[in-house]
């Protein structure tokens, strides 16, 4: 581009609330497992999936059943909701899935709380 000329504008990413063909990228610094059956993950492990992002100290990654097990400073962030507690199990693909002692921002009813499950 040159100096006189402007640039493209580029419009922000937006990731599909389920996208079912979103690739499942996950961080940690220590990593073991089965590449056909599960992988266990530690220290500071982020899960991504289209819109759906997990953050904990340790979890486990089922590839069968595409679901992350999770424990320890769980936060589940997904459409602007935000769900922190002590272990989670989260189906990826549909989103859905279950929190231990959460306590839970919701964006669109500016709704916010906690629970035992």
Known sequence: VRKDEKKPETKPETKPANDKDAPVIVQSYKFWGRSDRFIHFEHDVDVNKGALNLRSDKASYRFLEDEVEASGNVRVEKNGDCYYG????????????RIDNPVYKLLRSNAQGHARR
């Open 86 to 97: 002590d272990n989670a199990t989260v189906q990826l693909e549909s989103g859905a899935g």
